[in-house]
């Protein structure tokens, strides 16, 4: 004897398999979010932590704009060693800048530990303070990085 079975309607199966769809690429999404958060947080930290194996720690006090229309940034050395940059860049352009310490507003070359600089850039001009990726990079090719 043949029992006659109704299976589950199309509109039904249909839904359940979106569900199964839109859960599993919810789970696959998580994944890779948290993958790239990994990753972006692997190079911070390398790049953390190459800055502290030579003994360069600057951070960033403030940045804003002068008169001219000139980025100013002060940083402060919070390292063991001074930092002495041959180049500076701003959002991946080499720039013309000098520096003056901030309590005397003698020009200096370098950043010495505990000591704070006005890194003043010239070129080109600027209309806003924030926003901008400033490297320094020392003859060892060791790069600071600082965002305004």
Do not use: C, W
Request: hydrophobic share 40%.
């Amino acid at each position: 004897m043949r029992t006659r079975r109704k299976g589950i309607s199309e509109i039904t199966s249909t839904l359940l398999m979106t569900a199964a769809v839109i859960s599993l690429g919810g789970t696959v999404t998580y994944q890779v979010l948290g993958q790239i958060g990994l990753a972006q947080n692997s190079a911070f930290l390398g790049i953390q932590e190459s800055q502290r194996s030579v003994g360069e720690l600057v951070s960033l006090v403030y940045a804003s704009i002068n008169p001219s229309s000139q980025l100013v940034v002060e940083v402060y050395n919070y390292g063991t060693s001074a930092l002495t940059p041959q180049a500076v860049y701003v959002d991946s352009g080499i720039v013309l800048y000098t520096m003056r310490d901030t309590s005397t507003g003698a020009t200096v070359t370098s950043i010495a530990p505990t000591e704070r600089v006005d890194i003043i850039i010239s070129s080109p001009s600027f209309s806003s303070a924030t926003g901008h990726s400033v490297f320094l990079v020392d003859v060892y090719g060791n790069a600071v990085q600082l965002s305004t």
